[in-house]
Each structure stands twice: as structure tokens, then as C-alpha cells.
């Protein structure tokens, strides 16, 4: 079949044929663009934080008349206070082990600063200075979050200090992530000295974890494997604990905390929010990303189906329009297969025009949100799935009205209208 | 003319019931997505203090030293106490305030109700009057209070229905980390939005409970809640509550009533950064901001990008499902063609053809903008049941459904006019020779 009737009868519907190519270009344009958005929310809920998430729970009180830091005798007072409750936690029936710690990975409450390999250095240039979040924990802190030391010794009892919240005492000795690590001393970290935010004491890196994730959830690959592991307990008017339970236990232990810590200590405040399974650390921590990718999802369906039902519409139209040629090609020999193949082509050469069109806008769409927004290059493989993915919608819309023209009778060509 | 219009309109959709109802609906959706995004940006890029918000400034001064320092850099978001008192005590603005956020155990006189933590402002004197907070009971402290560190204080009215029925608690105490405080004042409902003075504690939703004068909070150590960013090693130290001297803390803002005062305000910040570095104080060379409410919050792009993808993504929607619009009703007025062709040739102005289909696509853009605010309505709905925390402010206004209405009426007109104009060039003799 030649092309040149089909592109003699697109000529008669300019104005449809426009609209509905622009319809192609401008729905491969956003649903590109949006899935793209969506690929990246989902790798990004989808990293793994280092941390074996499952019976892991965390703990957040905080104490009512508890001393201030700044009394004498206080900051001894409150690590009196936390180690009682980390005593009464680690009794509890199912519990493996229990760890104090400032902060979870995803956990939105951070102590960050800078690290760097020469004393007095904290100017973010080169490679010998980088952003790092700080835990303070014990030697329970492994076990408890499930991180894999890969080179070094972990902490042991006798490493571990206590210091008030707002101390900034630079540690003796610190275990790094490895992507730290690997950032600072690309030919091992163990036995290096760091120093932190510019000071001038050199903390031995004693260990390296394989991974642990920063507490913001937000953070590009690059500073969210940052982590900084100091052996100190902080002393402040509230405290946190990471809780590792026996498998399948996390529920009952969940439950045992509350009554437990009261009574240790009934000054205190412990609400519903306090006692949080790592799961729902997880949730919270991603909800956006998850809402705005179900969004996005949900709009580039919406958006398919009124592009797939308005191709359809005016096919059928079109069928409608040419109803009586139809008669007379069949009457003249056309076939059944060539009705049919005639309309397939016709949405072929529209929806191709469109497909063109519509990927210079995706790549124009994305140099925009690229200059606007957080966001990266679009693969070229997310274009190309696009492309296939409309010609095939139109072919798909297209199939029903135009097996209802190949069934129209050749005697429609001896009727008056 | 309009009835029979009307009527022709009613069935020729009537005829096509699968097409019409894919019209109404595309329109409809496409508006319900646009009013519920652009919605929740209106709520979220609001005035917080509409009528005050261009008189009040947030002067910006960069006490850092010259480590880490970058040409055209920002000065930091806060201020350091020693500025803050100083620029305070100065009293060069017709008001001013210096401030900081708090998280305090509260417990009322009666001591029958548990102690329980609130969120606090630890504030100076013209904080109420100058952010125009409303007083249902009593008022705020005056600046001979501030200096005294008077224990005064001023409770929100969901403190007072918390631990007072709601009565008129002026002149009771009020425990907070087992200090007595007398309460001076009672606020109405006042919670601005975006929570412009202090946006490290929480950009939407959030107000605080008690107010204390700042140096009372200071001396008796109650515990602040907010960001501090510091420099050089001067983090706080061992024993130390509140942040040192090199770190910034603090909000200071200012009420200029004139364009000339703002201007003199600047040169006054030069001045004492100027002055500042002649005392060895300062380092770096005299480097100031001074933005009023709406430029500081564009500058501390409170708008999350979400919200403004979320709005372009509904808006490209929209503009697709009014393409297909206009699309299948140029296709089905075409289809008439024959039917127009005789009505040209018994006589009717192309005037009227047009005015006939106008009336049927406004027909159908009439239905699609009516259902585009009710999914508007319950798009709002599912945003105010989503957990971020701007989610109970999604409310559709007097002038958001102004734009629905515009914006319907718009998209209409648009999708009808195209085609309507396209159908009645029609040539009536043309149509009739072809039958």
C-alpha cells in the first residue's frame, strides 16, 4: 500500500490531525518525565540504610526534674539514670541486645560536621575533607543495628566514654562507614588518624562498617553513606535506645518497654510516638516520596486512557466521516485486511509525527526541571520505552474503530446518503 | 435563540453519549487536578500576616570568621545573642523582637494535670504587638519586664482550654519546669502560616504554647528547640546549655514602617557590622541582608519543589484533556458539516452557526468545570487526610474558587471557540453540491 492517499486524506483534517499529534507529544512528554520522577523516588526509598531493619526497634524518652548538665554532678547523674534503663532493657525476656544512641539512619535528627584527614582542615575542597554524620553509641552497637564491620575491631566496654549532649570533646577513637573510609584513605582507614570539625586532636579510626545510612532520608549517594561512629554514651534530659529482639518477638518486646522503664524511673515521658519499630521509621521517613511517586503514577495512567479514549473518538469520527469511501474501495476490491491496514497506517504517520515532537519536549521538559529542580539527566531508555509505549496505545485505540470500518459493506457504495 | 440552541446542543451530545461523556469527564479532571495542586501552593506560599507582612524585616549580619569564605556568600539565617541584644537595645526600627523557640514541661497552679512538654517561644516584648497577635485575655509584657526578667507569661487559648476550661486565666500561675510564672496574657486562635519567624522549628502547622520573656527563659536554663549553626570551635563547650558565642541561635526581627527607615535600617546594619569589626569582633567586611516577610520566605524556599512539580504535572494535565477536547469536538462539528452547509444556505449568519456551537461545547465545558471543583472538593479532601504536616491547611478559599471558576469558564471557551470558528467557515454551497 503507498502512502501517498493516506497523506492526500490527513491533508482534508489538518486541524484534527495537529491536535492529535500534539496530544501524542505533550502526554509522552509529561508521562516520560513523571516516570522518570517516579524511577527515582522508588530507587531511593528502595536503598538499603545498612542496617538489618527487621526486630529492630527504637526507644525516645525523655525525663521530667531530670538535672541539668550544666549542675555539678549532673551529666554523672544522667548516665546513672541511663544506664538503669539500659539495664532494665536488656533484662527484658527477648531482647538480644540493646544499644544508647543520639540517632537512627532515617530517623530526621542529626549531628553532622565535617571530617577530614589534617588537623584544623575544614574547608570542603579536594579529597582530604568531607561532611559526616556522628552517632554516639556503645559496644553494643553492631549487634543491636545489624551493621557488618568489614575490616578493624568493633568497640569493646572499655572504649566506651560518657559526656554531656552539648559536649563537643573530640572522641579517641572512631569507627568510619566504608564509603567514608574508602573517601578519605582510598588505601585503608584502620589505624589513620581523622579530625573532626576542624579540631586538632587525631581520633584513630579503629573500624570500618560496610554501610550505614545518614539520618536524613533525603541525601544524594554521596554524603548518605557518611557515617562517623563515636564510643559515647550523651547525657541529656532525654535519651534514646535501639532495642534488637529475637525474631518474630518485636511486637511483644514493643509492648514490654512502656511498664518497664515506669518502673525503673516513673518520671518520665513516654507517649505513644516513643516506641517505634524501625518499619515505621522507614515509613514516615519515605511517605513523600511514596505519596508523590503513587501521584505521579496515578496522573500519567489518567493521562494515557484520555489520550488512548481520544484517539479512539476521533478514529471513530473518522470511520463515521468516511463511511461511504470506505463502501466504495470495498466495492472497487479492497479487502477487509486493507481497511483495516489503512487506518493503522493513518495512526502510525499521526502518532509517529507525535512521538518526534513529544521527545524534544521530554528532553526540553527535563533540561527545565533539571535547571529548576533537583533532578538528573532522563536516560535515554525511559524515552524510548515511552515511544514504544505510545505507538502502541495507538495502535491499541486505534484497532476497534478501525475493524469497524473494515466491516463495512461494499453495497454502502450503491446507496444514496 | 438560546433555548433553541440549548436544546440543539442537548441532543446532538445526547447522540454521542460515549464521546460526551469522555469530554465532560477530561475537562473535569484535568480542572480538579489543576484546582487541588494550585490550591495547596496558594495555601502554602501565602502572606502569614497579610496587611503587616511588607513592614516587618528580617536584618541579616555575618559575624563568621574568614575560614570557609566564598565571595557573594549569604550572611548566616539567625543571629548570635550578643548581636541580637545589641541590635535590640539599639531600638533603631519602630519595633523589634529577638527570639528563639523552646520546648518546656508545663503544669498548671492546681498541679491535678501531669506535667507536660510544650512547644515555647522565648521572645522580647514587641513580639505581640509587632506580629499583631491577637489577646483574648490580658496582654503581653512590656520591655521593663523583659529587662527584669520578670516571670510573666503569656499561654495560647489552646493552652488555656487545656489547663483553665477556656476561662479567663490572667493573674493565675503557671509551672514550667517548676518555676512559677504569673500569666499575663491569653492569646485568640493565632497561628500564621507559614510559621515565618522561626522556620527551623517548622516550616506549616505549627505555633507554640507559651511565650517567655527571653532573658527570664535564659536565666532560669529552660531548654531551647531550634537550629544553631557555629563556627571556628565554639560549639558550647562542657557545661554549657545554650550555644556559645560564635554560633548563631537566635531571630531578630524589625518593623519598618517606610521605605526611607528601611533604607537607613541597611546603613545602620553596615554601620554596626563596620563598627563590630573596628572592635575585632568581626572579621569579615560588612555583609547584610534585610528582606521583609514574603522575600524572606521565597529566599528560605519554603514551598516545597514537590508541590511545585505537583502543580506543573496538573496543569500539563489539564492541557492535554483540553487538547483532546478540542480535538473530538472539531471532529464531531466537522462530521456536521452537511447539516451546517444547509442552515448556511437557508440563511443563517455565520454569527449564528457559531453561536450555536459555542452553546454546545460551553455546554459541555459548563458540566466539566462543575465537576472538576467537586473532584477540586475531593482532591482537597485526600490532601488533608495525607499526614505532611500543611495537609489540614488544604482548604479551598473565596479567591481559589474564583480561579475555578476562571479557569473553567477559560478552558471552555477555549476548547469551544477553536472549533466552533473552524466548523462555521463552512462554504454552504459546497456542502450542498456534494449530496
Known amino acids: ?417 | 435563540m438560546f433555548g433553541y440552541y440549548l436544546d440543539l446542543a442537548l441532543r446532538s451530545l445526547r447522540r454521542n453519549k460515549a464521546l460526551t461523556v469522555l469530554m465532560v469527564l477530561a475537562i473535569a479532571l484535568g480542572i480538579g487536578a489543576s484546582m487541588t495542586t494550585l490550591t495547596v501552593l496558594h495555601v502554602l506560599s501565602g502572606d502569614p500576616l497579610p496587611g503587616r507582612s511588607d513592614t516587618l524585616y528580617y536584618p541579616q549580619i555575618d559575624p563568621r570568621d574568614d575560614s570557609g569564605q566564598m565571595p557573594g556568600e549569604e550572611p548566616p539565617e539567625q543571629v548570635t545573642l550578643i548581636d541580637g541584644l545589641n541590635l535590640l537595645h539599639a531600638k533603631r526600627a519602630d519595633r523589634q523582637a529577638l527570639m528563639t523557640g523552646g520546648y518546656v514541661p508545663v503544669q498548671s497552679d492546681s498541679a491535678v494535670v501531669d506535667p507536660f512538654y510544650v512547644e515555647a517561644r522565648f521572645t522580647t516584648a514587641d513580639f505581640f504587638p509587632m506580629f499583631g497577635a491577637p489577646f483574648r485575655y490580658g496582654r503581653g509584657w512590656n520591655a521593663f519586664d523583659d529587662e527584669t526578667r520578670a516571670r510573666d507569661v503569656v499561654i495560647n487559648g489552646e493552652l488555656n482550654g487545656r489547663l483553665f476550661g477556656g476561662a479567663d486565666s490572667v493573674g493565675r500561675t503557671l509551672r514550667i519546669a517548676d518555676t512559677r510564672f504569673r500569666i499575663v496574657g491569653v492569646l485568640d486562635d493565632w497561628a500564621p502560616n507559614p510559621h515565618f519567624y522561626d522556620l527551623n522549628t517548622g516550616s506549616f502547622g505549627r505555633t507554640e504554647q507559651v511565650f517567655v520573656p527571653l532573658q527570664t527563659a535564659m536565666g532560669l536554663k529552660l531548654e531551647r528547640h531550634g537550629s544553631n549553626d557555629c563556627w571556628g570551635k565554639g560549639a558550647g563547650g562542657v557545661g554549657r546549655i545554650y550555644p556559645g558565642e560564635s554560633c548563631v541561635w537566635l531571630q531578630f526581627w524589625v518593623q519598618l514602617d517606610s521605605a526611607a527607615k528601611v533604607a537607613a535600617y541597611e546603613q545602620f546594619l553596615v554601620h554596626y557590622s563596620q563598627e563590630q569589626k573596628a572592635l575585632g569582633r568581626f572579621v569579615r567586611p560588612p555583609n547584610v541582608r534585610l528582606r521583609n516577610v514574603m522575600q524572606w520566605l521565597a529566599h528560605e524556599k519554603v514551598v516545597p519543589d514537590d508541590v511545585r512539580l505537583q502543580t506543573g504535572l496538573a496543569f500539563g494535565f489539564l492541557l492535554v484533556c483540553l487538547v483532546n477536547t478540542i480535538g473530538l469536538m472539531l471532529a464531531k462539528f466537522m462530521r456536521r458539516a452537511a447539516d451546517l452547509g444547509v442552515r448556511r444556505a437557508l440563511g443563517a449568519s455565520k454569527r449564528s452557526l457559531f453561536a450555536q456551537l459555542l452553546v454546545e461545547s460551553g455546554v459541555v465545558g459548563i458540566v466539566g468545570g462543575v465537576g472538576g471543583l467537586l473532584l477540586a472538593g475531593l482532591g482537597l479532601w485526600a490532601v488533608r487526610q495525607r499526614p505532611s504536616s500543611y495537609a489540614a491547611l488544604a482548604h479551598l478559599d473565596g479567591s481559589m474558587l474564583l480561579v475555578t471558576f476562571a479557569l473553567a469558564l477559560g478552558s471552555t471557551l477555549v476548547a469551544g471557540m477553536l472549533p466552533a470558528w473552524r466548523a462555521c467557515q463552512v462554504p454552504p454551497a459546497l456542502q450542498l453540491k456534494s449530496n
Not at chain 1, 552539648?166 to 578519605?184: F, H, N
Not at chain 1, 589505624?191 to 573500624?207: C, D, E, Q, R, W
Open chain 1, 1 to 417: 500500500m503507498t502512502l501517498h492517499p493516506i497523506l492526500a486524506a490527513l491533508r482534508k483534517h489538518k486541524a484534527g490531525v495537529v491536535l492529535i499529534a500534539m496530544q501524542i507529544a505533550l502526554t509522552l512528554a509529561i508521562v516520560c518525565n513523571a516516570v522518570f520522577i517516579i524511577g527515582q523516588r522508588i530507587e531511593r526509598v528502595n536503598r538499603p540504610t545498612g542496617l538489618d531493619e527487621s526486630n529492630l526497634f527504637l526507644v525516645t524518652q525523655q525525663w521530667v526534674g531530670a538535672p541539668g548538665e550544666d549542675v555539678p554532678g549532673g551529666v554523672d547523674k544522667l548516665d546513672a539514670m541511663q544506664l538503669e534503663d539500659l539495664a532494665a532493657l536488656r533484662q527484658l525476656p527477648d531482647v538480644v541486645s540493646v544499644a544508647p544512641i543520639n540517632s537512627m539512619p532515617l530517623l530526621d535528627s542529626s549531628w553532622n560536621g565535617a571530617i577530614a584527614t589534617k588537623p584544623g582542615d575544614t574547608q570542603f575542597r579536594g579529597k582530604s575533607v568531607t561532611r559526616t554524620t556522628y552517632y554516639f553509641s556503645d559496644e553494643q552497637v553492631l549487634p543491636t543495628l545489624g551493621v557488618r564491620l568489614v575490616a578493624g575491631r568493633a568497640f569493646n566496654a572499655g572504649d566506651v566514654v560518657h559526656q554531656g549532649f552539648r559536649d563537643q570533646r573530640d572522641p579517641d577513637i572512631a569507627i568510619l562507614t566504608k564509603a567514608l573510609a574508602d573517601k578519605l584513605f582510598p588505601d585503608g582507614a584502620v589505624g589513620k588518624a581523622v579530625y573532626l570539625n576542624g579540631g586538632n586532636k587525631p581520633v584513630t579510626v579503629i573500624g570500618v562498617v560496610e554501610r550505614m545510612q545518614v539520618p536524613y532520608a533525603g541525601g544524594g549517594d554521596e554524603v548518605a553513606w557518611n557515617s562517623t561512629l563515636i564510643p559515647a554514651r550523651l547525657n541529656a534530659n532525654f535519651a534514646r535506645y535501639a532495642v534488637r529482639t529475637k525474631p518474630g518477638r518485636l511486637d511483644d518486646v514493643m509492648r514490654a518497654v512502656m511498664p518497664a522503664l515506669y518502673k525503673v524511673n516513673p518520671m518520665r515521658v513516654l507517649d505513644d510516638d516513643s516506641v517505634r519499630s524501625f518499619g515505621e521509621i522507614r515509613d514516615k521517613a519515605y511517605r513523600a516520596d511514596l505519596g508523590m511517586a503513587i501521584l505521579m503514577g496515578v496522573v500519567c495512567l489518567i493521562l494515557l486512557c484520555v489520550t488512548a479514549a481520544g484517539i479512539v473518538g476521533l478514529t471513530s469520527f473518522w470511520v463515521g466521516q468516511r463511511h461511504r469511501q470506505i463502501g466504495v474501495r470495498r466495492a472497487l476490491g479492497a479487502r477487509k485486511i486493507d481497511i483495516l491496514h489503512y487506518f493503522q497506517i493513518e495512526n502510525l504517520l499521526i502518532a509517529g509525527t507525535g512521538v518526534v515532537i513529544g521527545v524534544l519536549l521530554a528532553v526540553g521538559l527535563n533540561q527545565w526541571l533539571m535547571s529548576h529542580y533537583e533532578m538528573t539527566r532522563i536516560p535515554v531508555l525511559y524515552v524510548l520505552t515511552g515511544v514504544l509505549a505510545m505507538l502502541a496505545i495507538g495502535q491499541a485505540a486505534v484497532f476497534v474503530p478501525a475493524r469497524r470500518a473494515s466491516n463495512v459493506p461494499p453495497v454502502v457504495a450503491t446507496r444514496a446518503v
